[in-house]
């Protein structure tokens, strides 16, 4: 059995949900998830698990859906990726119109990113359910920045005492 590099696998995926190949390009900007994998010469094999990451964001995004659910997707980035990546994502859920729900357990993504914040304890309640009132996009140094990331940080720490 051949290998299949990993663009071949994102390929299969458009053709597999009857997405149009002519209209999806590889310079498409969706892939700069897939920064490192665009000239699609690895096997998925080969891909770090950044790498295989981003490939799977890739495929997911070059659907265009309405709606995503991202679990974490960010954590095994190293910082400056994070950052860039948080960026693209925002910029594509504003220009394709997509709603995406959020996991994480980053006080900073969760401001950067959220229009809603949902803060939950151990069991699944949630304890904080805020709109963002910070203006997009956000910027550690902006006003109300700090307060926010104190009152969710505050409320971190009293969940976690009260679980021990």
């Known amino acids: 059995m051949s290998e299949v590099r990993w663009i071949n696998n994102l390929m299969g995926t458009l053709y597999y949900f009857n997405t149009p190949i002519i ?8 892939l700069i998830y897939a920064n490192d994998l665009s ?3 690895y096997y998925p094999h080969e891909l770090s698990g950044g790498m295989k990451q981003r490939a799977a964001i890739a495929r997911a995004l070059a659907l265009h859906p309405k709606i995503v659910l ?25 220009s394709e119109h997509m709603t ?17 914040i949902l ?4 069991g699944g309640h949630v304890i ?8 997009k996009p956000v910027t550690p140094s902006m006003k109300g920045y700090g307060e926010l990331w104190d009152k969710y ?7 976690n005492e009260a679980a021990h």
């Open 23 to 30: 209209e999806f390009k590889i310079e498409d900007r969706k």
């Open 39 to 41: 000239n699609g010469k």
């Open 70 to 94: 991202m679990d974490e997707p960010f954590a095994a980035l190293d910082a400056i990726t994070r950052n860039r990546l948080q960026k693209e994502l925002a910029d594509i859920a504003a």
């Open 100 to 116: 995406v729900i959020f996991v994480t357990h980053n006080i900073q993504e969760a401001i950067t990113l959220g229009t809603r």
């Open 119 to 122: 803060l939950m304890d151990r």
């Open 128 to 135: 904080i359910d805020d709109i963002n009132p910070l203006e």
């Open 153 to 159: 940080s505050t409320a971190l720490n009293q969940e």
